[in-house]
Structure formats: structure tokens, C-alpha cells
């Protein structure tokens, strides 16, 4: 009984060693199975990651190209369209010097100074203009001669003409509409030892003063208007000079002792023998077309 037992014994040892030999191999077989599945689904995973990073970049490089067609159609636009802005501003500046080629500066035809007024443009020895035919000379002239020739005063003015005024001093200025475009200013000075009123005073400036010139950017209507206003104004007052009168034409009349600025003005001044100070002729010009839109004549011992 004892050696069987121990058959039996080794028995079953021998058949349990099998049996573990038997699930060994089973899970190697399975490991192995489980390692190459898990290769196949890297190897997958990988292929399909490959496959969506290379649509992509395809993708892109669609819309780039799309993207830089795009670019050069919006670029070759806007080329177009200078050209045509360019075109334009060409046609418009023909237009605009067309339209300046035609403009001049308007002239008072066959003007003739008043007999009594100089025969030079400037005369410092003859500082005078008229007024409907009736000529005033400055330091000569008074305010009560002015008024009686007819000069328009603005009434607020003249309730200053019975004003005590010093001596040494002047009046303020004395204004006179000559039309809607055109006006004039006077002063009066008191060069005397005593009192006087402003009305007994002698003329010691005057000024025309032109609110509107004609100009080539202006409507052809609305340099008419301004130019009859000139003329008109031309009708009643009168200078030893036309009141159309340009930059050149002063110059090539009377070019000894002008002095010209960098405002397109040109003085004519002598100084005072009594007085500290200049007085004389300043002619200002319109920067444009060089006619005279004010003139100032001064006076003083």
C-alpha cells in the first residue's frame, strides 16, 4: 500500500507539471497574440495619423494658392482704378487749365485820370484822387471839404465831425461805401498848435479797399459781377492810376523807390520831416493774379 500510495503521489505530480506546462504555453501563445494586436493597432493608428497630416497639408496648399490668387487679383485691381483716378485728375487738370488760360484780369478801357491829378502812378509831391470830377489832395483837404464834395460818409461817422481832436493826434478812420464791393477810409490829422475839429482837420489818408477779384477758379457770371462792380466803383472815383491796375503795370510805370515784400505788396515811403515815421503809397496785390485789391495813400509833414 505504502509504494502505491507513492506511485500515486508521483503521479500526480507529473500530471500537475504538465498541466502547468500546458497553461504556460497558453499564456505565451496569448501574450504574444495581445502583443501583436496591440503592434497592428499602433501600426493602424499611425497609418491613419500619417493619412490625416497629409490631407491636411494638401488642403492648405489649396488654400494658399487660393489665397494668393486672390492677392493678385485684389492688387491688380486697385491698378485699375488708379489708372482711372489718374486719367480723371489728367482730364480735370486739362479742364481746369483750360478754364484758367481763359480767365484775365479785367481792364478799365481807355482810362484818363481827372485833370489836377498826377500823370505818374505815384507822386509823392501830388498825393491826391478825386471823386465824381472833384480832386482832394492829402494835407490840404479837409473833412469838410470831403463832405461837401459828395463822398458818402457812413452817418455813425460823421456824428464824430464836430469832435475836439488834439493836437499831434489823428481821427479815427472815416468810412464810405462806394457799392456793395467797393469802400473807401479816411483820416484826418491835427498838425496845429491847438485844438481843432475833426470836420477842420486836413485829409491824412485814404483807402480803397476791393472785397471781391475776379479769379480763375471762379464761375465766369460771378467774375462779371465783381468786375462791373470795379468799373462802377471806377465811375465816380479816381485814382492816377486805373483801380484795375496790376503789379506789372505800377512797376513799369513807376519802379524808383518801390520797395516789394514777400507778401506781394510794394511801398513807395519818405520820411516824415516833422514827425517820427514814413508816409506815402502801399499798394497791396493779390497773390493769384497780381491786381491790386487795396491801396493806401499816406500824408504827413
Not at 501830388?126 to 479837409?142: C, I
Not at 483820416?187 to 480803397?208: A, H, K, Q, Y
Request: glycine residues 6%.
Amino acid at each position: 500500500m505504502k509504494i502505491k500510495k507513492g506511485m500515486l503521489a508521483g503521479l500526480i505530480a507529473i500530471i500537475m507539471s504538465f498541466s502547468l506546462a500546458a497553461c504556460g504555453n497558453e499564456e505565451k501563445e496569448t501574450s504574444g497574440r495581445s502583443t501583436e494586436q496591440t503592434t497592428e493597432r499602433t501600426e493602424s493608428s499611425e497609418e491613419r495619423e500619417s493619412t490625416q497630416e497629409s490631407e491636411p497639408s494638401e488642403e492648405s496648399e489649396e488654400s494658399r494658392e487660393t489665397e494668393s490668387t486672390k492677392e493678385t487679383e485684389s492688387s491688380e485691381e486697385p491698378e485699375e482704378d488708379g489708372s482711372s483716378e489718374e486719367g480723371s485728375d489728367q482730364e480735370t487738370g486739362e479742364e481746369s487749365s483750360e478754364g484758367s488760360s481763359a480767365f484775365e484780369v479785367p481792364v478799365q478801357e481807355d482810362f484818363t485820370p481827372v485833370e489836377g491829378l498826377s500823370d505818374k502812378y505815384v507822386d509823392l509831391d501830388n498825393r491826391s484822387f478825386a471823386y465824381n470830377g472833384k480832386v482832394f489832395t492829402l494835407g490840404e483837404s479837409t473833412l469838410k471839404d470831403l463832405i461837401a464834395g459828395g463822398i458818402p460818409f457812413d452817418e455813425s461817422d460823421l456824428n464824430n465831425k464836430g469832435n475836439n481832436l488834439n493836437r499831434n493826434y489823428e481821427t479815427s478812420r472815416y468810412t464810405a461805401d462806394i457799392n456793395d464791393y467797393v469802400f473807401m477810409q479816411f483820416t484826418f490829422i491835427n498838425i496845429t498848435d491847438g485844438n481843432m475839429t475833426e470836420e477842420e482837420c486836413p485829409l491824412s489818408s485814404v483807402r480803397i479797399c476791393f472785397l471781391y477779384l475776379p479769379q480763375p477758379q471762379y464761375e465766369a457770371e460771378r467774375n462779371e459781377k465783381i468786375t462791373e462792380k470795379i468799373l462802377d466803383a471806377g465811375n465816380a472815383v479816381c485814382f492816377a492810376f486805373p483801380l484795375t491796375l496790376t503789379k506789372e503795370q505800377l512797376l513799369a510805370n513807376s519802379s524808383e523807390g518801390a520797395e516789394q515784400d514777400d507778401y506781394n505788396n510794394v511801398n513807395y515811403y519818405i520820411k516824415s520831416e516833422v514827425y517820427m515815421g514814413r508816409s506815402g503809397y502801399h499798394f497791396d496785390f493779390d497773390k493769384d493774379t497780381d491786381q491790386m485789391k487795396e491801396v493806401t495813400i499816406s500824408w504827413l509833414p
